[in-house]
């Protein structure tokens, strides 16, 4: 804008003072300025397409990073390993029936692996709820 502003009071000052001298100084100090404006412009220009450039390449660095990691973690685990994925809040109901097969019998273990899960779904919509750390 302060290119465009200068541009404008040159184009004035051209059409004023085409005889007067300190006109015609002035003129060339606004026109010296308005080329150091355009040059730094220009420059920062330059400068951020840099930047775009190499924030994308980073981006795309850390994508194939990404991808080696997840197709190596296997092979680095081993096959013993078991580690599942889940996110945060949420429940596998798988948990609750293997762990209530195990300690209830037959006909009681589905009922209570139902409860349970309902029970601890309930829990984990409840923000202030921790299983672990008591709040006094």
């Not at 606004?30 to 190499?54: H, P, R, V």
């Not at 809040?89 to 139902?114: G, N, V, Y």
């Not at 899960?117 to 984990?124: D, I, M």
């Amino acid at each position: 804008m302060k290119i465009e502003d200068l541009k404008g009071k040159l184009q004035v000052m051209k059409h004023i003072g085409q005889d007067d001298a300190a006109v015609q100084k002035k003129m060339e100090e606004m026109n010296n300025e308005m080329q150091e404006k355009i040059y730094d412009l220009q420059d920062l220009e330059s400068t951020n397409k840099a930047l775009i450039y190499k924030e994308h390449q980073s981006n795309d660095e850390l994508h194939e990073a990404r991808k080696v990691l997840i197709q190596g973690l296997p092979e680095l685990l081993g096959l013993r390993t078991n580690i599942g994925l889940k996110r945060m809040r949420e429940l596998d109901p798988k948990t609750f029936h293997d762990t209530c097969k195990s300690r209830f019998p037959p006909d009681e273990a589905e009922i209570q692996a139902t409860t349970l899960y309902s029970s601890w779904q309930e829990n984990l919509k409840n923000p202030d709820w921790h299983p672990i750390f008591r709040r006094n």
